[in-house]
Every structure is written in C-alpha cells, then in structure tokens.
C-alpha cells in the first residue's frame, strides 16, 4: 500500500501520517491513493462543485481507475477535530475512520442502503480494529 500526503492546511501533520500508515500497513491490497488534507472552506468548495452539496463535509473520495492508483480522499481537518469532540474520541480515531471510509469508497463500496452501509462500517471497523483503533 501507498498512500500519498498532501497537507493544504497550516496543521502539522507528521503524526497524521506515520498514524495512517500504520492504519494501512495491515491492509493485504497493493494499491496507492492520495490523502489530502484541507480546510473546511476548501471541501465546501469542492462538495457544491462535484456534489452540487453547498455545505461542508468531513471526506470526499474522488475514485481512479489507473493501474493501481485509485484515487484521492479530501479530509477536512477542521471538520475532524469538530467530530473527535462530538464523538467523545480522539482525532486520531476520527482521522483514520475518515481515511478508511474514504480508501473503502474508492473501492467502490457504498452507503446507499442499510445493507451496503452495514457491510462497509464493518469493513471499516476490521481495518481500524487490527491498528488498535476500536470505538470506545
């Protein structure tokens, strides 16, 4: 697995990416995406333009059908730390939730119906589980 960095934030995030690298050292696929990490105006922007959605969101994965690259996942970072509070856990829980959501959309797994919705959060919910990273 590769997974690429990209920060358009003031933020320092070292520890985000050593954190998410060991969230995806666990994941069997071979494939690379990028992660980008943004503000909550930038992913309002970017949700009314590729969503027509004129409000903010926490990720947006942009799927890619190159070889093994697959895509980019939009993380915003303000809207992360804003939902570490109101879920009561840390950033870094809510960070790694985000990036797996996001790698699992680029798979092309959905959330349209509650059987799809099901089925992703427990694949979500492995992946975070083997890097120790369980809701509490």
């Known amino acids: 697995m590769k997974v690429n960095f990209y920060n358009e934030t003031k933020e320092d995030i070292k520890k985000l990416k050593k954190l998410l690298k060991d969230v995806f050292k666990n994941v069997k696929e071979h494939y690379e995406?990028?992660?980008?990490?943004?503000?909550?105006e930038k992913i309002k922007t970017l949700n009314k333009m590729y969503r027509d959605i004129d409000k903010e969101t926490?990720?947006?994965?942009?799927?890619?059908?190159?070889?093994?690259?697959?895509?980019?996942i939009f993380i915003s970072l303000d809207k992360a730390k804003e939902q570490a509070k109101d879920y009561n856990h840390s950033l870094s829980r809510e960070i790694s939730f985000l990036t797996v959501h996001g790698y699992?959309?680029?798979?092309?797994?959905?959330?349209?119906?509650?059987l799809?919705?099901?089925?992703?959060?427990?694949?979500?919910?492995?992946?975070?589980?083997?890097a120790g990273?369980?809701?509490t």
């Not at 926490?58 to 980019?72: A, E, K, R």
């Not at 699992?104 to 509650?114: A, I, R, T």
């Not at 959060?121 to 492995?126: K, Y």
């Open 58 to 72: 926490d990720v947006l994965s942009f799927p890619d059908s190159d070889d093994n690259y697959i895509g980019d």
């Open 104 to 114: 699992l959309h680029l798979l092309g797994y959905d959330h349209k119906d509650e």
């Open 33 to 40: 995406f990028n992660v980008i990490f943004v503000s909550n």
């Open 133 to 135: 990273l369980e809701r």
């Open 116 to 130: 799809e919705e099901r089925k992703m959060h427990a694949l979500t919910e492995s992946i975070l589980a083997k």
